[in-house]
């Protein structure tokens, strides 16, 4: 009965191991492949016409607090949009997400807000999920080339779908 115990417990830490390098190597590669594509200073990005802008709703789903990741993906595209980087914005989410929030509707009334003219905000809300709105920006909105509008580890992971396409 011991060995038999112990030959369990031996295959699960193997198995536990196991994933657990599988899951390291797919962050290592996903990371690497975005070295030199991120960009923190304005003045050091590109231009590009379009600017993929990943949907997220205004307000988180628990406690309905504002959300801090809505807030910085607006401010990045309003000041990319304000500072000639780009000159449309691709709003890709859920025109319908989990808690009933139209996440593009949201984003681009934001925006609208900050002085983004309409006609410069195209809006897909069959984004619902990275992989979507990457498809959809290079198959359905006909762009090859674009900038990602996000977070450091969202962009990281769009970039590497993007290019893997």
């Known amino acids: 009965m011991k060995k038999k115990l112990k030959g369990l417990l031996y295959l699960l830490a193997v ?3 196991t ?5 390291l190597s797919c962050d290592f590669l996903i990371r690497h492949n975005s070295v030199d594509k991120l960009y923190s200073d304005i003045n050091s990005v590109p231009q590009y016409e379009f600017g993929l802008l990943l ?3 205004p307000q988180t789903r628990i406690g309905r607090r504002p959300n801090q990741f ?5 401010d990045a595209a309003e000041s990319l949009y304000k500072a000639g980087k780009i000159e449309h914005i691709l709003i890709s989410g859920d025109k319908n997400s989990l808690d009933g929030v139209n996440e ?11 002085g983004i003219p309409k006609d410069a905000i195209i809006l897909d809300g069959k984004g619902f999920r990275t992989l979507d709105a ?3 920006a290079t198959n359905v909105y006909n762009r090859q080339s674009y900038i990602v509008i996000s977070q450091k580890f969202h962009n990281e992971r769009a ?5 893997h396409m």
Do not use: W
């Open 15 to 17: 198995g536990f191991l």
């Open 134 to 136: 990457v498809v959809r």
């Open 19 to 23: 994933i657990l390098l599988i899951i």
């Open 104 to 114: 593009v509707e949201c984003m681009r009334d934001s925006l609208i807000i900050r």
């Open 55 to 57: 949907g997220t709703t």
């Open 159 to 163: 970039i590497y779908l993007a290019e």
């Open 70 to 74: 809505f807030k910085f993906r607006i």
